[in-house]
């Protein structure tokens, strides 16, 4: 079975500091990777995938995440990091089916933004 | 290109009512997956409809289920509310396949009192 452990619940970093949110998982094949956002009460904004191939990923807004499979890790950054980026953070993983992913959240990372 | 959409916005029950969730997939997108997100917790996985087939299913008990339409659009229906059931339930809509992204809809907060 799949599952994802984000070991930081909270995280507080000042503005123009930058961010690491850390993500393991588990999972018995090569696996897809997703890191998505959530504002308050909003839905989950897609921030960057990883299938396969580079093991360093660019996404939207900045941020960038590398896949270590030798630490099952997929850990998300941001040099340097706007208030706008308060939010929570959630890493997934998807099993592979013919017919599309089911995705394996972990508890998620909130993130505070200090002037 | 309109995103996924999501109706209601918010919803109130009481215990032991039925609720009907609906959702518009993203245009092209023939993959509805629906989750659950408990206040304080990662959303999980209830099931996945491909090509109004249900492909899928989390440790959700029979009282949850679901359709998806010609038009790819989907409901999540939920029977005899019970007041753990309160959540956001999240929508999202892919193109399947071995390369599969999910895209969300806003979500609708249920409350059972």
């Known amino acids: 079975a799949q599952s994802v452990t984000q070991p930081d619940i909270h995280i507080t970093v000042s503005e123009g500091a930058s961010l690491e949110l850390r993500c393991n998982y588990s999972?018995?094949?090569?696996?897809?990777l997703f890191w998505y956002v959530q504002s308050p009460g909003q839905g989950l904004q897609l921030l960057l995938k990883?299938?396969?191939?580079?093991?360093l990923v660019q996404g939207i807004k900045g941020f960038e995440a590398e896949f270590k499979r030798s630490q099952s890790s997929f850990n998300l950054r941001k040099p340097s990091v706007h208030w706008s980026d308060a939010a929570e953070y959630f890493c997934?993983?998807?099993?592979?089916?013919?017919?599309?992913?089911?995705?394996?959240f972990g508890g998620g990372t909130r993130v505070l933004v200090k002037p | 290109e309109t995103g996924v959409t999501q109706s209601p916005t918010h919803l109130i029950k009481t215990r032991g009512q039925q609720v009907t969730l609906r959702c518009s997939s993203q245009s092209g997108h023939n993959t509805v997956s629906w989750y659950q997100q408990a206040l304080g917790q990662g959303p999980q996985f209830i099931f996945q409809?491909?090509?109004?087939?249900?492909?899928g299913r989390g440790n959700f008990p029979p009282r949850f289920s679901g359709l998806q339409f010609p038009n790819y659009s989907s409901e999540l229906n939920v029977n005899a509310l019970e007041l753990d059931d309160s959540a956001l339930y999240l929508c999202?809509?892919?193109?399947?396949?071995?390369?599969?992204?999910?895209?969300f809809g806003p979500g609708t907060r249920l409350t059972v009192l």
């Open positions: 990883y299938f396969s191939g580079d093991t």
């Open positions: 997934a993983v998807g099993a592979h089916r013919a017919a599309g992913n089911k995705l394996t």
């Open positions: 999202a809509s892919s193109l399947g396949g071995q390369s599969d992204t999910q895209y």
């Open positions: 999972y018995g094949a090569t696996p897809y």
């Open positions: 409809y491909y090509r109004e087939e249900e492909n």
